[in-house]
T-cell receptor
């Protein structure tokens, strides 16, 4: 069975600091997708990134970067120079079978950026 | 570009009543998903459709729950004889196909008194 663990329940950092959100996953499949979603106070989940299991290259998008390491089953998310607008709950998710049938989410990390 | 819409946004009902929620996916998305999210938890998968066919149902979806997507466009989720444990946010998502990301709607928050 697939499982996603986000051990950090809540994180608070001062604005402009860097912050890393951890995600560890479990799956018996060799082909799968990993995702990060952001849930701001308004409640609507916003897609951030999708990564397939064959692509271990790190990805950078503006202030966001993702580190995928199959050896440790981790898919960590770093925000550089954090801003107040980054305050939200962030979810890591997993989809097996190299498809997108259903997502298994972690319990989320609530990130608070202190101005 | 219109996103996924859900109605109503909030629903308060008494235990034992039936409720129905509607989801309108992004136009031309042929996959539609339902999830449930309780306070402090991540969304949990309930069911999904490809066009009008319901392809998978979670064990979370008891006999009191039924979902339909009659013409492969909008979908409805009905809960019969609601219980207090059904109180949650019900999220709908859609995707172009099985290889693209899911886009989520704003959710319907159900409160069962």
């Amino acid at each position: 069975a697939q499982k996603v663990t986000q051990a950090q329940t809540e994180i608070s950092v001062v604005e402009k600091e860097d912050v890393t959100l951890d995600c560890v996953y479990e799956t018996r499949d060799t082909t799968y997708y990993l995702f990060w979603y952001k849930q701001p106070p308004s409640g609507e989940l916003v897609f951030l990134i999708r990564r397939n299991s064959f692509d271990e290259q790190n990805e950078i998008s503006g202030r966001y970067s993702w580190n995928f390491q199959k050896s440790t089953s981790s898919f960590n998310f770093t925000i550089t120079a954090s801003q107040v607008v980054d305050s939200a709950v962030y979810f890591c998710a997993l989809s097996e079978n190299f498809g997108n049938e259903k997502l298994t989410f972690g319990t989320g990390t609530r990130l608070t950026i202190i101005p | 570009d219109t996103g996924v819409s859900q109605n109503p946004r909030h629903k308060i009902t008494k235990r034992g009543q039936n409720v129905t929620f509607r989801c309108d996916p992004i136009s031309e998305h042929n996959r539609l998903y339902w999830y449930r999210q309780t306070l402090g938890q991540g969304p949990e998968f309930l069911t999904y459709f490809q066009n009008e066919a319901q392809l998978e149902k979670s064990r979370l979806l008891s006999d009191r729950f039924s979902a339909e997507r009659p013409k492969g466009s909008f979908s409805t989720l009905e809960i019969q004889r609601t219980e207090q444990g059904d109180s949650a946010m019900y999220l709908c998502a859609s995707s172009w196909d099985s290889y693209n990301e899911q886009f989520f709607g704003p959710g319907t928050r159900l409160t069962v008194l």
